[in-house]
């Protein structure tokens, strides 16, 4: 959820992507400003005033920050910094310009120094730092997406060539192999879309491409955490009913899977066209959010839930073989280790900050669920296909295979040859 979050801060390191960020505000501020003024020059039809002996006067003016009204040669005119940049706890200052026979003399005071009144180096210092920062977290969850996403290809492959490990648990797991698969590809795509072109004005664009990527991306993150749902709920079903339909099953979670997020995303792309078409749809200040954020953490908490319990009912099989304290120790090792596996597979971590208003945090928000998340498909693969023990009996068997049919292919070269 996060990602937006850190592709704009890191080259805007007061702001927090996925909201409407105060650069934004300050320039749809000016924006509004700008057109009254305009609007101020067309009533005035653009006339320049004058006095009784024809002396020119000074029109009115917008200097990309304030609107500056007409007035008379040699009258002076003073504007304070405007509210929206104006630091917390600074004293006010006025900027001051004359109307001279060549036009707007320069202002008094820079705006920088009349909104701040502080020495900017420091300011300047703390900038650079928090850019560096969020620079090495974007190469950090590119590396990770990068990563996860060539284990993740390599692991649909091994499954695809092996089909005997073909199965319902595994074909859930290759559906949710694919949906991190999608997830990495959209981070990617949105980065391409989006924040490709440095020149471009992130606070007042609006096209097709970007709202199609932002749109793709949130349906992706919507399909990874409820393919995640339902890596816990078949789970639960294997532990709790011994004998399940498992077939139908299938389908009811693929249903649930890919199913629930497309009607997620078709009503809220619906709703956003009519009645909040502005942006790039990446504003979580839009009430419209909120109807992919309940889906979300309806699923994480469901999830954590059944985390928990199936915690439960591993500790309860557990102790029912805990004859003695050397077994006891063996067994709660696997508990451990299967507990373990269960984290980064249901992403029980992010119920950590579910709740939480999306400023709180930012930092640890970005180092555990961007940095953390982009490792999560790599992390999956690993433990549910590279290191699983029926994946490798299979690639051992093949291995084998190999190596006899070569050993066969060569004596027969030999037997050839002596025979010639």
């Not at 009533?43 to 200097?63: F, I, Q, R, Y």
């Not at 900027?95 to 026979?101: F, K, L, S, V, Y």
């Not at 060549?102 to 202002?107: R, T």
Request: proline content about 4%.
């Amino acid at each position: 959820l996060h990602h937006d979050c850190l592709v704009s801060v890191w080259r805007s390191p007061q702001t927090c992507l996925e909201t409407t960020h105060p650069e934004c505000s300050i320039v749809l501020h000016l924006l509004e400003k700008e057109g009254e003024c305009k609007l101020q020059m067309r009533n005035t039809k653009a006339l320049s005033l004058s006095t009784p002996n024809n002396t020119t006067g000074c029109l009115v003016e917008w200097d990309g920050v304030s609107c500056w009204p007409a007035a008379l040669n040699g009258e002076s005119l003073s504007v304070s910094c405007p509210l929206i940049l104006l630091k917390p706890d600074s004293p006010p200052a006025l900027i001051t310009r004359n109307c001279t026979p060549e036009g707007w003399s320069k202002p008094s005071l820079p705006y920088y120094k009349a909104c701040y009144f502080e020495d900017s180096s420091e300011e300047e210092e703390e900038t650079g730092d928090k850019q560096n920062y969020f620079a090495t977290v974007k190469i950090i969850y590119t590396v990770g997406y990068g990563l996860s996403l060539a284990s993740l290809f390599i692991a649909i492959l091994v499954f695809c060539i092996f089909r005997k490990l073909l199965c319902i648990r595994t074909s859930i797991h290759l559906n949710l192999f694919s949906t991190f698969i999608l997830r990495g590809l959209a981070v990617f795509v949105k980065d391409a879309v989006l924040f490709a072109d440095e020149s471009m004005d992130h606070c007042t664009v609006s096209t097709v491409t970007c709202k199609a990527a932002v749109t793709f991306f949130q349906y992706c993150v919507l399909a990874n955490f409820f393919w995640l749902l339902v890596e816990g709920l078949y789970l639960q079903t294997l532990l709790v009913f011994t004998f399940a339909q498992k077939r139908k099953l299938f389908w009811l979670y693929s249903g649930i899977g890919w199913g629930t997020p497309s009607v997620t995303i078709i009503i809220w792309t619906l709703l956003k066209s009519q009645f909040d078409n502005e942006g790039c749809w990446d504003n979580l200040d839009s009430a419209l959010w909120w109807i992919i954020k309940i889906p979300i953490l309806l699923s994480v908490f469901i999830n954590f839930v059944v985390f928990v319990n199936i915690s439960r009912i591993i500790i309860q099989k557990t102790k029912s073989t805990d004859q003695n304290g050397s077994e006891g120790l063996q067994v709660y090792r696997r508990l451990v280790r299967s507990t373990l596996l269960l984290i980064p597979l249901f992403g029980v971590h992010y119920v950590v900050f579910a709740l939480l208003p999306e400023h709180v945090g930012v930092g640890a928000r970005l180092s555990l669920e961007l940095v953390l998340g982009s490792f999560q498909g790599f992390i999956v693969a690993l433990l549910y296909c590279f290191l699983n023990g029926e994946v490798q009996n299979e690639i051992r068997k093949a291995m084998k295979g190999c190596r006899s049919q070569t050993g066969n292919n060569v004596f027969n070269l030999a037997t050839q040859d002596y025979v010639a």
